[in-house]
């Protein structure tokens, strides 16, 4: 087997994760994942006000505490820290290196930034045969730009494997592996819907490794003494995570999600095998960022009686001062009656104004608001001082022929390998949904959240949301599949009921996805819900009060 760990899931993971990491127990291979949708636009317009950046900058700083024991061990370095410069990152850790006298062999992938004159970014999600081909050539550190998460596992175990482009069962066991890693310790408890059941009750879950094997099969487990825990259920969690039908496109294969079964292996190691792959599509997935404009945010206190009435003063007092266009007005109906205390006692009105004039949505918006203190409703106060506008970006997702893209791999030295596409692709066919419903359970219920028989894992997917719901019986699995129909889904989070809504299920984890058009809008980054990454949704699922089958709650362990 290879063993494949990581030391982030995102920019602005832990920071001594790589330390710990290297420090933990024996690893072939460390891997970090730097880029986000939203990351990519950070880094855009790091490289606005200098073109020398563009990379995540934060991994150098961690790659200094422990390069020369990376080396020394003879741990391989992956990560895809290069953001929007890969070239640039890699002759930083070559100049790092020769700052702490070592001798380290770095290469780097590119070819996924793309031309658009009228974008910021715009990157095509690249696989991972770049990666295995730097490695192939000895390489120490392999930097990359855009490729897909996934691939930083994937890259490792081609070269470990000499896996090729016809190996589908492989390279989708291999994408799985990569999916459980590339959020760090997402897939060891953290964020896990049962964290009151974790042994440590997740303070502080180590990060994750996947020993993968050459038939693609894989088990994940993490550093013995590390918190958190490696279950079933904490590795289902992570497969949920940000993903759409069971058909999971890559540039490389596409993987069943449907075929993955998972088995205990031991404290702390979930095996995954069975998966399959079939041929990648024609084309690629290119994610672009453009800045959308302006945008500023005040937040009102209401306090007492008539919060519906003083929030429509202030709308109308706003309106008057800067216009309606680009407004949006959020009543958080936070308030208890006959409260006690003043925060108790109180909703927030959260006034949003995103505008293409910087000097509209800056501080004329935020002096409007605050001009309003004593010349509005009783008790007038705000949350937010007066400040400027801010710039935000909205990100858009479309597709651009494999064969179009120059993915080359620069190997130690400088030789440029190009990378050829694949030779066997597959039209996309989108999976059929599943309304879900029929035969309901029988018997008595009693009223209660609907967490207690499920958890959930929820993210972002451009400005969709994915919610995946899992049970932890078959017999709840039986119950949920009936019962959670994307009409509940409406019911029970009204926000979804005008959105389309698509419903996948994947019986090997007792799991139904749902996938959430248009919930975030353009994208994080220009998102004004409150919950503008859908993090929180699956939670919000799990507390609707609910009837829930007296019968299944028997067999779910409290």
Same mark, same amino acid.
């Given at each position: 087997m290879i063993r494949i760990g990581n030391a982030s899931g995102f920019y602005g993971d832990r920071f001594t994760a790589w330390r710990e990491m290297l420090d933990g127990g024996e690893l072939d291979v460390l891997t970090g994942d730097y880029l986000a949708e939203l990351t990519m636009l950070i880094l855009g317009r790091d490289r606005l006000r200098d073109p020398d950046l563009g990379y995540a900058k934060t991994f150098l700083r961690q790659l200094e505490t422990c390069l020369g024991t990376a080396l020394d061990r003879g741990v391989r370095i992956v990560t895809n820290a290069g953001g929007l410069n890969p070239a640039g990152l890699a002759a930083a850790i070559e100049a790092l290196a020769g700052r702490l006298g #070592?001798? /380290?062999? $770095? =290469?780097?992938?590119e070819g996924d930034a #793309? !031309? !658009? %004159?009228?974008a910021l970014t715009a990157n095509a999600y690249l696989g991972a045969f770049g990666i295995a081909a730097c490695l192939d050539a000895g390489a120490d550190? +392999?930097?990359?730009?855009r490729v897909t998460d996934a691939s930083l596992v994937v890259g490792p175990a081609i070269a470990r494997y000499g896996w090729g482009r016809d190996d589908l069962d492989e390279l989708a066991g291999a994408t799985v592996a990569g999916h459980l890693l590339e959020c760090g310790a997402q897939v060891t408890g953290g964020n896990f819907s049962f964290f009151t059941e974790l042994p440590d009750g997740g303070h502080r879950p180590g990060f994750p490794i996947a020993e993968v094997h050459s038939d693609g099969s894989s088990v994940v487990t993490k550093h013995p003494g590390t918190g958190g825990a490696v279950t079933v259920e904490t590795v289902t969690a992570q497969l949920l995570y940000e993903i759409g039908g069971p058909a999971y496109l890559g540039p490389d294969v596409v993987t069943r999600l449907d075929s993955v079964t998972l088995r205990p292996d031991g404290p702390d190691r979930v095996r995954i095998f069975g998966v399959r792959g079939t041929p990648p599509p024609a084309t690629l997935k290119v994610g672009v960022n453009n800045l959308g404009g302006f945008r500023n945010s005040m937040t009102f206190v209401l306090c007492g009686l008539d919060i519906e009435a003083k929030a429509a003063l202030v709308r109308g007092q706003i309106e008057e001062a800067v216009g309606k266009d680009g407004l949006e007005f959020t009543l958080a109906r936070t308030d208890h009656p006959d409260a006690a205390d003043t925060e108790v006692a109180s909703a927030l009105l959260h006034v949003h104004l995103r505008d293409g004039d910087k000097a509209r949505a800056g501080r004329a918006f935020s002096a409007a608001a605050v001009e309003l203190a004593l010349a509005s409703y009783p008790g007038c106060t705000l949350t937010t001082l007066p400040g400027d506008a801010t710039p935000y970006g909205v990100f858009t997702a479309d597709t651009v022929p494999q064969d179009a893209v120059a993915h080359v791999a620069v190997r130690p030295g400088g030789e440029r390998v190009p990378i050829a596409p694949p030779v066997r692709t597959a %039209?996309? +066919?989108r999976d059929e949904t599943v309304p879900g419903g029929g035969a309901a359970v029988d018997g008595p219920t009693r009223r209660g959240a609907l967490g207690e #028989? +499920? =958890? /959930?894992?929820? =993210?972002d997917k451009g400005g969709d949301a994915n919610l995946g $719901?899992? /049970? !932890?019986?078959?017999a709840g699995y039986a119950w949920l599949r009936a019962w959670l129909t994307v009409e509940r889904l409406a019911e029970l989070l009204p926000e979804t009921a005008s959105l389309s809504v698509r419903r996948y299920e994947l019986p090997n984890l007792r799991a139904a996805n749902f996938v959430i058009e248009g919930l975030l809008g353009a994208g994080v980054a220009a998102s004004t819900r409150f919950d503008p990454q859908a993090k929180a949704l699956g939670e919000l699922l799990r507390a609707r009060i609910v009837d829930l089958p007296a019968e299944v709650l028997t067999g779910v362990a409290r």
């Open positions: #070592l001798s /380290a062999q $770095v =290469g780097y992938v #793309l !031309r !658009r %004159p009228d550190v +392999v930097v990359t730009g %039209p996309t +066919v #028989l +499920v =958890g /959930a894992r929820s =993210g $719901v899992w /049970a !932890r019986t078959d």
